[in-house]
C-alpha cells in the first residue's frame, strides 16, 4: 500500500500569545500543495521502518511514523509485524509540516490496511494528540486553522501555483516561538480579504494578502531566510510568504508556466526549489 502525504503550506499566519498549556492562539489559511512524502505499507516476518533519502528524518521512536503507528495500535488494538518505508520529499524542519504529514499518512495507511473503518473526524482526533497540524495533514485541501490550529473550517480555494523555496537550512518551530515571544505581541487577525480573494479566485489579491507573524523571528534566528523572500520576489512571484515557522517561503505565480519560470531563475539564490499547487485532498492511499 502507498499513501501519499501532501505538504501544507501557510497563507495566513497570525499568531496571538502563549496560552497557559504553552501553545499559541493561531488564526491560520492552511493549504495542501502538490509536494508528497510516500509511505509504503507491506506485511512483513518483521517490523522494520526505513527513511530515504537516509538523514531526511530520524529513524528511530522520535519519528512521527512509529509515534503515530503506536497510537494508532494503542487506540485500536491492531497488531501485526509491518515494513513501513517513508521516502521524503517534503525537507524536514521547514514550515511545510512534512512530520505531520507522515502522521497522517501512517493513520490513514494503517486505517485502510486494518480495515478499522475509523471516521476521518475520529482520526483527526487521534492526530491531534500527535501535533497540531495533523488534523489537517489529514483534511488536506485549503482551511481556517484557528486555537493551537487543529480547528479547522474547509474554505474554497482555486487552483494557485507556488514556487517553494529556501537556502537548505532548517530551523526548530519551537526555537522561532521562543524568539518570536521575545519581540513585541501581535494581535490574533482574521484572514478576511485572503479568504474572499480565494473564493473569487484573485490570484493578484491573495499575493497581496498573505501574512507570516513568525518572520521577524525566523529572519532573526537565520538571516538567510530574508534573502530567499527577496529572491523570490526579484524573481518575479506575484506575492511571497514565509511558511509557518520556516525557512521555506511560498512564491504565488500566475499559473504553472509562470511558476517553473520564477523557479528556473530562484534556482541560482536557493539550495531548495518546488514548483507545487494546491490540492483538494490530504494524507490518502494511491494505487502503485
Ligand atoms: P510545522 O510546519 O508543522 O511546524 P516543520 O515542517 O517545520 O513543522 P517537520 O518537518 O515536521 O517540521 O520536522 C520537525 C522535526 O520533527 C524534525 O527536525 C525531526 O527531528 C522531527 N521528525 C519526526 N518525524 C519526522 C518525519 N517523519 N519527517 C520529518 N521530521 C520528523
Known amino acids: 500500500m502507498r499513501i501519499v502525504a501532501p505538504a501544507k503550506i501557510n497563507l495566513w499566519f497570525s499568531v496571538g500569545p502563549r496560552r497557559a498549556d504553552g501553545y499559541h492562539e493561531i488564526v491560520s489559511v492552511m493549504q495542501a500543495v502538490s509536494l508528497f512524502d510516500e509511505l509504503h505499507i507491506e506485511p512483513a516476518d518483521a517490523s522494520t521502518f526505513d527513511v530515504e533519502p537516509a538523514g531526511w528524518a530520524p529513524e528511530d521512536e522520535t519519528n512521527l511514523v512509529v509515534r503515530a503507528l503506536r497510537q494508532f495500535s494503542a487506540a485500536t488494538g491492531a497488531r501485526g509485524e509491518l515494513s513501513l518505508?517513508?521516502?521524503?520529499?517534503?525537507?524536514?524542519?521547514?514550515?511545510?509540516?512534512?512530520?505531520?504529514?507522515?502522521?497522517?499518512?501512517?493513520?490513514?495507511?494503517?486505517?485502510?490496511?486494518?480495515?478499522?473503518?475509523?471516521?476521518?473526524?475520529?482520526?483527526?482526533?487521534?492526530?491531534?494528540?500527535?501535533?497540531?497540524?495533523?488534523?489537517?495533514?489529514?483534511?488536506?485541501?485549503?482551511?481556517?486553522?484557528?486555537?493551537?490550529?487543529?480547528?479547522?473550517?474547509?474554505?474554497?480555494?482555486?487552483?494557485?501555483?507556488?514556487?517553494?523555496?529556501?537556502?537548505?537550512?532548517?530551523?526548530?518551530?519551537?526555537?522561532?516561538?521562543?524568539?518570536?515571544?521575545?519581540?513585541?505581541?501581535?494581535?490574533?487577525?482574521d484572514p478576511f480579504d485572503v479568504a474572499d480573494a480565494l473564493a473569487r479566485g484573485d490570484t493578484d489579491r491573495i499575493a497581496m494578502n498573505l501574512r507570516n507573524d513568525l518572520y521577524p523571528a525566523a529572519a532573526a534566528l537565520l538571516p538567510e531566510v530574508e534573502e530567499t523572500g527577496r529572491a523570490l520576489r526579484e524573481a518575479g512571484a506575484l506575492g511571497t510568504v514565509m511558511s509557518g515557522s520556516g525557512p521555506a517561503w511560498c512564491g504565488l505565480a500566475r499559473d504553472e508556466a509562470h511558476a517553473v519560470d520564477v523557479a528556473g531563475t530562484v534556482r541560482s539564490d536557493a539550495a531548495w526549489v518546488e514548483v507545487a499547487c494546491s490540492v483538494a485532498h490530504g494524507a490518502r492511499s494511491e494505487v502503485a
Open 85 to 189: 518505508r517513508l521516502h521524503k520529499n517534503i525537507p524536514a524542519a521547514h514550515g511545510l509540516a512534512g512530520g505531520s504529514a507522515d502522521a497522517a499518512a501512517t493513520l490513514v495507511g494503517l486505517n485502510e490496511f486494518h480495515r478499522t473503518g475509523i471516521s476521518k473526524k475520529a482520526l483527526e482526533k487521534m492526530g491531534a494528540a500527535l501535533g497540531s497540524d495533523v488534523p489537517f495533514c489529514i483534511r488536506g485541501g485549503t482551511a481556517v486553522a484557528r486555537g493551537r490550529g487543529d480547528d479547522l473550517s474547509p474554505i474554497a480555494s482555486k487552483e494557485l501555483w507556488w514556487v517553494l523555496a529556501s537556502s537548505g537550512e532548517s530551523l526548530s518551530t519551537a526555537s522561532v516561538y521562543e524568539e518570536f515571544d521575545r519581540g513585541e505581541p501581535t494581535s490574533l487577525e
